[in-house]
Every structure is written in C-alpha cells, then in structure tokens.
C-alpha cells in the first residue's frame, strides 16, 4: 500500500522516499502503518533500497560460479546442471558466529531481464521440489515454491545461510542447486547469462545488500 502527495497542480503522485527531521537531520523512515480500524497495515515502504556491499564485504575475493553436470548417481532421471555454493569473506572478522545477517534471500535470475529461473535446492529428493527462491529469517530457512506461491521449511540436513566470523555463505555444507532438464523446461533459457542474486540484511551495518553472482559461463545449455 503506497503513499502519494497531492501536487500543486491537484495531481496525486508516488512517495519515493519518506523522511523525518530529526534535530535538523533528515533521516529515512524504514517503515509506516495505519491504524484501519484496528488493524495495523503497512504501507510505506512497498519495497526495500539495497545497496552495494563492496564497501562493506570483501566482494574483490568472492566466489566465482559455476556450472557442472550432475553424474550418474545423481541424475538418473533428472538429468542436471548443478551450481556450486558461494562465499563472500568479510574484511575484518567478526567477534562470533551467526552476528551479522537476521534476514536474507537468494534466487537466480537472468542478468539482463531479472527473470526468475526455477532451481531444485539442495538435494534431488522430492521433499525439495523446486523453488523460485530461498529465505532465511530469524533463524529458518525455507523455500518459495512456484505452485503454491507458499514458503516450504527446508530440510535442517541442509543448511542454506552461513553467518561465521570471516565470511557469509550459502549452501557451504553438502548444498547444491539442481537445474534438472528432464523435470523443467529451461529451453528459453539457454544462451543467456544468469546469476544468483542475493540479498540480505547486516544487522551490524543496518543496512540491506544486494549482489549477483555472475559471469559470462554461467549459461545453461542443453544437456
């Protein structure tokens, strides 16, 4: 639910930003509710600024995705591209484990477009069916599930966010993403280049990040 100002000219246009004066500093407002009878609805922001890490995360030393083809083992019947897992290491560490990110989320795009592609987290087995996107909040991990458009509580034998002193990661530990051929048609994207957008909030900076992996071998072909 968006905010609009009326105009001079008695025109009703969009709120891009909303900020308060605080002792003559204009800070930006994260968050606003109504109270519509009772019930509190939030309307502004509808959406949420990300920034750029660079100045924050070692972005220079992250990792460089990848395309592999599953084996055998495990493709029978799901013939596949697989992703590696990803790291982006930090400047300087940090005092403990899991103190930097509460919330965060990735799924892979195309570049040029920003259109989701459907990926197979994690494992072949049928209780990670596809999924459009994985988020972590508060702890818990789950994924977007395209047919239900409803969020499916992932496996803890496949942990997905890796908070730890010198970096954060994905899918460090045994996780990997399946682009199965034989399950999903991805013939509209072949030749294109993709990547995985991930986005995630540092308690310890306050602020919302945004980065893509990507480069140009990251392209699905047909297998």
Do not use: C
Not at 1 to 22: C, H, Q
Not at 125 to 136: D, L, R
Not at 174 to 193: A, L, R, T
């Amino acid at each position: 639910m968006p905010i609009y100002r009326k105009t001079e000219g008695g025109v009703f246009a969009l709120i891009s930003a909303l900020n308060v004066n605080d002792g003559g500093e204009f800070k930006s407002v994260a968050a606003a509710w109504i109270n519509d009878n009772g019930t509190f609805k939030k309307v502004f922001p509808s959406y949420t600024e990300y920034e750029d890490p660079s100045a924050y995360y070692d972005i220079a030393n992250a990792t460089t995705l990848t395309l592999t083809q599953g084996n055998a083992s495990e493709t029978t019947n799901r013939l596949s591209w697989i992703a590696n897992s990803v790291r982006i290491p930090l400047l300087s560490n940090l005092d403990s484990i899991g103190t930097d990110v509460d919330w965060s989320y990735y799924d892979y795009i195309v570049v040029e477009t920003g259109e989701v592609v459907p990926v197979d987290m994690f494992s072949t087995g049928s209780n990670q069916p596809t999924a459009i996107g994985v988020k972590y909040d508060s702890g818990s991990s789950s994924a977007l599930i395209p047919s239900t458009g409803a969020y499916l509580t992932l496996q803890t034998s496949n942990p997905t966010l890796l908070d730890r002193q010198t970096f954060l990661g994905w899918n460090a530990s045994g996780g990997y993403q399946y682009f199965k051929v034989q399950q999903q048609d991805y013939s509209s994207f072949y030749g294109k280049q993709l990547g995985l957008r991930w986005r995630w909030h540092s308690t310890i900076n306050d602020k919302y990040f945004e980065y893509i992996f990507t480069n140009e071998n990251f392209v699905l072909t047909a297998l």
